[in-house]
C-alpha cells in the first residue's frame, strides 16, 4: 500500500493554473507589481491571495477602506460582490458629507458604471441617496439594516473569494525538490547546481600517483627527525611533526 501511495504521489499532475499563481506570488513579494498584474491580465489566473484573512476582513468590518480598495485592486473577483462593495463605500462617504467623492465614484469606478449598464434602477437610488441634502439611513441601508450590518455582509461575502497561503512557495518547493534530490543521491553532498540549467557542477577528479620528481630537500637535525607529515589542503605548505616535539611549516 505504501509504495502504490509512493508511486501515486510521484505521478500527480501540476495544474498550470497552479503554477502560475505561485509565480504571481513571487512577482508580488518581490515587489513586480506591474509583472504580476501582466501575467494575471494574459494567462486570466489570479492569485487572489491575502497575507491575513482576519486583517482582510477586519479593515472591512472597520471601514479601513482605502486599505480594502488598494488590496481588491489586485484581485478579481465576481462582478456583483464588487458592485456591493463600491455601493456602500459610496453610501457612508454619503453619510460623511463626503458627497463630491461619493459622486466621482458614481462616475469614474467600473462596479459603479458597470450598476448603472446592468441596475439602472439600483443606481437610480444610490445616485438619490448621494445627492439628498441630508443622510436617510434608513433609506440608504433599508429599514432593518444598519452601517455595521452591511459591512458584515460584505466582509463575509468577499472572504469568500479570498485564501491565504504560506509565503514564499515557490522557493519552498524548490527547496523541498532540492532536499529529496539530495536524499535520493541524484544531487552529490557538495555540489554544486546550476538550478536555471538543472546542471551539476562537478569537479575532475584526478587519480593519486606516487610523487615522480623531487621537488626539494628537507634536511633535519642528527638528532631528530619527522615522526608525521601532511600537507595543506591546496598543496601549497607541507607540516612536519618533530620527534623531539616541532611542528614545522614548509613551502
Not at 178 to 207: C, N, Y
Amino acid at each position: 500500500q505504501r509504495m502504490s501511495e509512493a508511486a501515486s504521489a510521484l505521478s500527480q499532475e501540476v495544474e498550470s493554473r497552479d503554477v502560475i499563481r505561485l509565480i504571481c506570488q513571487f512577482l508580488k513579494e518581490n515587489n513586480l507589481l506591474n509583472s504580476m498584474r501582466a501575467l494575471q491580465d494574459e494567462s486570466q489566473v489570479s492569485l487572489n491571495c491575502v497575507d491575513s484573512l482576519d486583517v482582510f476582513v477586519s479593515d472591512i468590518t472597520n471601514g479601513h477602506w482605502d486599505t480594502v480598495l488598494q488590496t481588491v485592486a489586485d484581485l478579481r473577483m465576481a462582478p456583483t460582490k464588487l458592485l456591493d462593495l463600491y455601493e456602500h463605500i459610496a453610501l457612508e462617504l454619503a453619510e460623511m458629507h463626503e458627497r463630491e467623492t461619493a459622486k466621482s465614484m458614481l462616475k469614474q469606478t467600473q462596479p459603479l458604471l458597470l450598476m448603472r449598464e446592468r441596475d439602472p434602477e439600483r443606481y437610480a437610488h444610490l445616485e438619490h441617496v448621494i445627492h439628498a441634502p441630508y443622510f436617510d439611513t434608513k433609506e440608504a441601508y433599508g429599514a432593518t439594516g444598519t452601517k455595521e450590518r452591511r459591512r458584515n455582509e460584505v466582509a463575509r461575502a468577499l472572504a469568500a473569494e479570498v485564501q491565504v497561503v504560506p509565503p514564499s512557495r515557490l522557493l519552498a518547493l524548490i527547496g523541498q525538490a532540492l532536499k529529496w534530490q539530495h536524499l535520493q543521491g541524484v544531487l552529490p553532498p557538495g555540489a554544486k547546481l546550476d538550478l536555471f540549467r538543472g546542471s551539476i557542477s562537478t569537479f575532475k577528479r584526478e587519480d593519486e600517483t606516487f610523487p615522480k620528481q623531487l621537488e626539494r630537500t628537507i634536511k633535519f637535525g642528527s638528532k631528530t627527525h619527522a615522526e608525521c607529515a601532511k600537507f595543506s589542503p591546496d598543496g601549497q605548505y607541507l607540516i612536519t611533526g618533530s620527534v623531539d616535539g616541532f611542528i614545522e611549516v614548509w613551502m
